[in-house]
């Protein structure tokens, strides 16, 4: 069965830090990974999509990258602000999953001021 | 401006009691999808669709329904709630699945409590 892995599952770091959030999965068949942002009582939110043939994606301060041959996607979360504290979720297409979009358990992430 | 809108946003019924939580996007997006997300157990995928009449179980499809009569609502139909139905649920759009290089929207949730 296809899993989708994030650890930690909560991280805290103070105003500032560069820092990265971890997500592996164990099949390596890969269409595109997705990371998502999370806010309390909120839906989630796309910030980074990458396709199987790119190795990272960038949008401002955030940088994602994919590595099919071990499993591992990181998203890399620079100067971070108190404003990034959220849960970020990881997600992926996987070929032997047909349409289904199989997601971690997410990273809370708190940015003290 | 565009969204996917779900309704009601909270809703509280008992056991037995027929409900449909409805779905809506204005981005004239082909895929749509229904997720659960329950303390511990992370986002699980119930039913997708693909397009027009055509839907497919995700993980955890027992308890639901959907149906894709017209492109923009994709509602979610819990024939008979069970208290085991309590949680958070999304409704998601995009252009494509796993081809697409198009994110997913989702909408803002649905708290369903079952009594």
């Known amino acids: 069965k296809q899993e989708v892995t994030q650890i930690p599952a909560a991280l805290s770091v103070p105003e500032g830090e560069n820092l990265v959030l971890n997500c592996s999965f164990t099949?390596?068949?890969?269409?595109?990974l997705q990371w998502f942002r999370q806010d309390p009582g909120k839906g989630l939110t796309s910030l980074l999509l990458i396709q199987s043939s790119q190795r990272e994606q960038t949008s401002g301060r955030l940088n994602a990258s994919l590595d099919k041959s071990s499993g591992r996607s990181t998203l890399y979360i620079a100067a971070s602000q108190p404003g990034d504290s959220a849960t970020y979720l990881c997600?992926?297409?996987?070929?032997?999953?047909?349409?289904?979009?199989?997601f971690g358990q997410g990273t809370e992430l708190s940015v003290k001021p | 401006e565009a969204q996917v809108t779900q309704n009601p946003r909270y809703l509280i019924t008992v056991t037995g009691k027929k409900l449909t939580v409805t779905c809506s996007q204005n981005m004239n997006h082909e895929y749509m999808s229904w997720y659960r997300q329950d303390p511990g157990l992370g986002l699980r995928q119930i039913y997708y669709s693909m397009n027009v009449e055509v839907t497919d179980k995700g993980d955890v499809p027992e308890g639901y329904k959907v149906s894709r009569k017209e492109k923009r609502n994709f509602p979610l139909i819990l024939e008979s709630p069970s208290p085991n139905q309590t949680s958070l649920y999304f409704c998601a759009s995009s252009f494509g699945a796993w081809g697409s290089n198009q994110p997913q929207h989702f909408g803002d949730g649905t708290r369903l409590s079952i009594l």
């Open positions: 997600a992926g297409y996987f070929y032997n999953q047909g349409g289904k979009l199989i």
């Open positions: 099949d390596s068949a890969i269409y595109n």
